[in-house]
Structures are given as structure tokens and as C-alpha cells.
């Protein structure tokens, strides 16, 4: 039997902090080329799991396989976008510096950028629109300017698996338009994306398929399949409210705020 | 002119001019790492760290610089196994063992005979005592020390800057960091005959702090950290030539008299 590996597999995994375990027993698949939003309260972990698929938090038990191998077997094909506060701002480097590191994974340590490097690079900060921001040091943008310096990074990265985290949180119109866009980009290019996001609308709108998890997996499927309200009281308790057209709020005034997210709420 | 030939007609001043210059360079380059990644504070505890290796070579007419390499390895590893696992913070354990290496250092110096003179010229550096075999091993150390950080200019850009991106790329980030702080021994070590142990953490954050304040970029950062450096170190030294002073502390004088003009400047011009 001839079995197609599916892009991202995650087996019985348990994540956490030393002794601690924020995420038990979570097992999901990603196909080819989906957009996967991942929702659940304040402090349930989303954080945690995008560190691990990144590779930068080992698992406690279980594995994650790309393309039906362990983590570490590809060099780049995962890219991922920082919460904006996790980024050192007044560290020295232009935008074009930062948007060249997405090639560090190709270039390998000693080589220098080559003419094709320095063309993706450039086209990747026009697809962003920021190309007239190349020589501006980081630190003198603004905060959807800034986001959209490491959306660039991570095209030029040329991933197959790109994961966000909270890249809808702070930020201006124009830069959820352009992140939005950059989304149904990477599609067209079948590249897998796994977002985390606080609009349980948008994830309802603009998403293949939900992952809905509180320190576990609660649901996980098409948004139809999740979003049924046995679920969201599963994972957000009371502090959900369904109106009747079916918006979704979610009211997280005062969480154990234990991975920083801020405060959103859905539209 | 005569005034800044004269003090070359004389050998040591020489070897010491050019063992300044080369310390000065050196610190300033490994330094922009030391400012950007925080780590002034271990900088400054690996300086006097390796104090009672010097000391200890020196009572026993050993190699300065080889007593002192070792006192750094050693210091650098207590300190990661006094904060493995989280037993106490990292900057707790530093904190514990610079205390303890520069008591120890002085309690072992305490029992020469020489004691004020050794003890001195350890602290604040002997640059007129630079002999030909010293100014070898300094250039040869600081040349080995400057290309490693040229080679590794981008995997080291990736760690200091974005670790996550430094996870993605599989970069070995651990060995990485531990290399940079073998690095950041190495220069304490090579310039503790210039600026001496107390003086040398001055050198590795001032003439970089002043650049981060004149750049945006990392290698131009680095270029203009080192061309500071050098300068202090040049008219350190014929300030300490013409008014009598000790050379360590003329030199630092001079790149904090550089920071002050580059504070000011960027004051003036961001108004």
C-alpha cells in the first residue's frame, strides 16, 4: 500500500516546562497545503505547541513528523512569525537585513547571498509592501510595519510550513488585509499555514480546518465540525457568548495570563 | 610632529602602542556582542575571574596568560553548573563566583612581597612591560579570535538576534553561545597586559555601546566600535606618556570621553 505522508503529524504529544505539562496527549494531522487556525482561551497553550512544532521546546513524550519524518530531518521548510514582543527592536538591522536571514537556511554559514538571494528578497519585501523600508532600521517602524517585515522573511524562507502566532493581535487594518492576502498567496503555493488567532470569527471565515485545544485537544476539524457551542463550553466555559447570528464572543477580561497573549476579543 | 614621535624612539612604547591597538580592535569587535546580547555584567565577571590564575602563575613564574585562560575555562563552566537546571539564576551564580575568583585572587597576591606594585599591574595592566614573546601571542590570539567571529558573522547574527529563527534553521545554538563566551575569555586574557583585568570590561562595552549610538547596522557597528577602540587606545597612550598617568585607566578615560561626545551628539541631532 502506498502511503503519502501527510505534511505535519503530531503523535501523542506532551509539552511543557520541566516538570510542568501544559499541552497532554495531542495528536493532529495537517494535509498538504491547509490553513489551520489554532483557538482556545488565554493560557491553553497555543504558544507552548508553536514552540514545539518549531522545534525550540522539546516534546515530553510523543513525536511530531514532517513529511513522514522527525523534526530536525529538513533544515527550512518551517518558517514562523514571532509575537512582535518576543523581537529585540533596537537590535541593528534594517529591514533588509532581516528579510535576507529568511535565506541564512539556504545560504548555509559562510556563503554569501547571491544575485538570486538578493531578487527574492527584494520581491518578497515589494509582496509585503515595504520595499521602500529596505535600509530603515527595525526599530523605527511601526507595529504592522514591523509584522509585515517578518511576513517577508518567512516568503523568502520558501517554507513548505509557516506557523503565526497571534499575527491578528495590535495590529493596523492594512497589515490583517496584507497578512490575509499573504495567506491565500501561500495557498496558490501550497504552502501549509498554522495560525494562532483569538477571532473565533475569522477562524470560522478564512480557515480550512480548527484547532480548538485547552492544555488538550477539544475539537479539531473543518470550522462547521468545531464551532458547535458543546465544544466552545468545553474550552471556554462561560466566558463565551453565541448571539443569535451567530457571532462569537469571548470575554477573557481578567485570564491567568501565563503566555503573555493579550487581551482580544472576536468581532 | 616631534611630540608624537618622540615617545616611539623607545622600543617598549612601540610594542606597547601596538599591543593597545590590537586590544583595543579586539575588544571592541567582541564587545558589539557584549552590548547587543546583554552581557556586560559576565563580561566584567569574566575579567576578574581569572585573577588568582593569574596570580597563581605568577608566583610561580609560570605563563600569565596561560594561568589566566585557564581561571576563565574553569569560571565559565562553575557557572554553568551552579545555574544547570535552575538551582540558582544565572546572573546569582556569576555573581557569586566574580566574588569569590577576585577574593581569591587578591588573598593570593596579598602574600608576594610585592604585593601594591604586582597587584597593580595585574588590575589596571603593564603596557610598557610588553615584551616581544607577549606581542606575538597577542597578535596571533587576536587575529585566531577576529576571524572565528568573521567566519561565524551570521550564524552569530542569527543567535544574538532572532533564537527562534536560529531553532528553525537547526542552527547548534548551544555550542554556538558557548563558543562566543570561549571567545569572550580569550579576549578578557589577551588584553589583560594592556588595560588589565578591572579596566578590561570597560573596554569591551564603551567603545560598543559608543557605536550602537553612531550605527543601524551590525558590521558597520563593529567597524566603527573598532576604529574607537584603536583611537582610545592611541591617545590613552600618549596621554599617559606625557602626563604621568597609568595607561589602562588614560585609555578607558579616552573611549568614555568618546561615548560622552556620541551621547551628546545624537542628543543635539534628535531634537
Known amino acids: 500500500m502506498t502511503h503519502t505522508p501527510h505534511r505535519l503529524e503530531i503523535e501523542n504529544a506532551s509539552i511543557g516546562y520541566g516538570e510542568k505539562v501544559v499541552m497532554r496527549d495531542l495528536s493532529f494531522q495537517v494535509p498538504h497545503g491547509a490553513r489551520v487556525a489554532v483557538v482556545g482561551p488565554n493560557g491553553a497553550g497555543k504558544s507552548t505547541l508553536f514552540k514545539a512544532l518549531v522545534g525550540i521546546l522539546p516534546l515530553q513524550s510523543g513525536r511530531i513528523l514532517i513529511h513522514g519524518e522527525s523534526l530536525g530531518t529538513h533544515k527550512d521548510c518551517v518558517a514562523y512569525i514571532p509575537q512582535r514582543e518576543d523581537v529585540d527592536w533596537r537590535f541593528p538591522v534594517t529591514v533588509s537585513d532581516v528579510v535576507m536571514m529568511g535565506r541564512f537556511g539556504q545560504l548555509g554559514w559562510f556563503h554569501r547571498p547571491s544575485k538570486m ?39 523568502a524562507q520558501e517554507p513548505h510550513i509557516l506557523l503565526m502566532d497571534e499575527p ?46 485547552n492544555h488538550k485537544l477539544i475539537a479539531y476539524g473543518t470550522p462547521r465540525e468545531v464551532f458547535v457551542s458543546e465544544n466552545l463550553a468545553q474550552a471556554f466555559g462561560n466566558s463565551l457568548l453565541v448571539m443569535e447570528n451567530g457571532m462569537m464572543l469571548v470575554d477573557e477580561c481578567c485570564p491567568p495570563d501565563e503566555e503573555h497573549h493579550q487581551h482580544a476579543e472576536a468581532k | 610632529m616631534n611630540w608624537l614621535l618622540a615617545p616611539l624612539a623607545y622600543q617598549f612604547m612601540q610594542r606597547g602602542l601596538l599591543a593597545s591597538v590590537i586590544v583595543g580592535v579586539l575588544c571592541a569587535v567582541m564587545g558589539t556582542y557584549v552590548v547587543l546580547r546583554g552581557m556586560a555584567f559576565l563580561g566584567d565577571a569574566m575579567a576578574h575571574a581569572i585573577l588568582p590564575g593569574v596570580a597563581i602563575a605568577y608566583i610561580f613564574k609560570g605563563d600569565l596568560l596561560l594561568g589566566a585562560g585557564i581561571a576563565a575555562v574553569a569560571v565559565a563552566l562553575a557557572i554553568g553548573l551552579f545555574s544547570k537546571d535552575g538551582a540558582v539564576k544565572e546572573d546569582t551564580a556569576i555573581g557569586i563566583l566574580f566574588a569569590a575568583a577576585l577574593s581569591l585572587g587578591v588573598a593570593l597576591i596579598s602574600s608576594m612581597q610585592t604585593y601594591a606594585v604586582d597587584l597593580s599591574h595585574i588590575l589596571f595592566g603593564n603596557v610598557l612591560g610588553v615584551s616581544p614573546s607577549d606581542l606575538w601571542m597577542i597578535a596571533g590570539l587576536s587575529l585566531a579570535i577576529l576571524l572565528t567571529v568573521g567566519l561565524l558573522f551570521k550564524p552569530f547574527l542569527v543567535i544574538s538576534f532572532d533564537p527562534v529563527l536560529a531553532a528553525t534553521l537547526r542552527l547548534p545554538a548551544e555550542l554556538l553561545r558557548n563558543l562566543m563566551l570561549v571567545l569572550l575569555a580569550l579576549t578578557v586574557v589577551v588584553s589583560l597586559q594592556t588595560v588589565g583585568v578591572s579596566l578590561a570590561a570597560a573596554m569591551l562595552v564603551t567603545p560598543a555601546a559608543t557605536a550602537y549610538l553612531l550605527t543601524r547596522r551590525l558590521f558597520p557597528m563593529m567597524l566603527v566600535s573598532a576604529l574607537i577602540g584603536a583611537l582610545s587606545s592611541i ?8 602626563f604621568n598617568i597609568v595607561s589602562g585607566s588614560a585609555i578607558v578615560l579616552t573611549a568614555t570621553l568618546f561615548f560622552l561626545l556620541a551621547f551628546l551628539w545624537k542628543r543635539i541631532r534628535g531634537t
Do not use: C, P
Open chain 1, 117 to 155: 538571494d538578493k531578487q527574492l528578497v527584494r520581491k518578497s519585501m515589494e509582496q509585503m509592501g515595504i520595499a521602500d523600508l529596505a535600509e530603515r532600521s527595525i526599530g523605527q517602524l511601526s507595529g504592522g510595519q514591523q509584522q509585515r517585515v517578518f511576513l517577508a522573511r518567512a516568503i
Open chain 1, 168 to 213: 491578528f493581535t495590535g495590529v493596523d487594518v492594512t497589515t490583517q488585509e496584507t497578512t490575509l492576502n499573504l495567506l491565500d498567496h501561500l495557498r496558490s503555493q501550497h504552502v501549509t499555514t498554522i495560525v494562532s488567532t483569538h477571532d473565533l470569527n475569522l477562524a470560522a471565515s478564512r480557515f480550512d480546518l480548527v484547532l480548538l485545544i
Open chain 2, 235 to 242: 591617545i590613552g597612550l600618549y596621554l599617559s606618556y606625557y
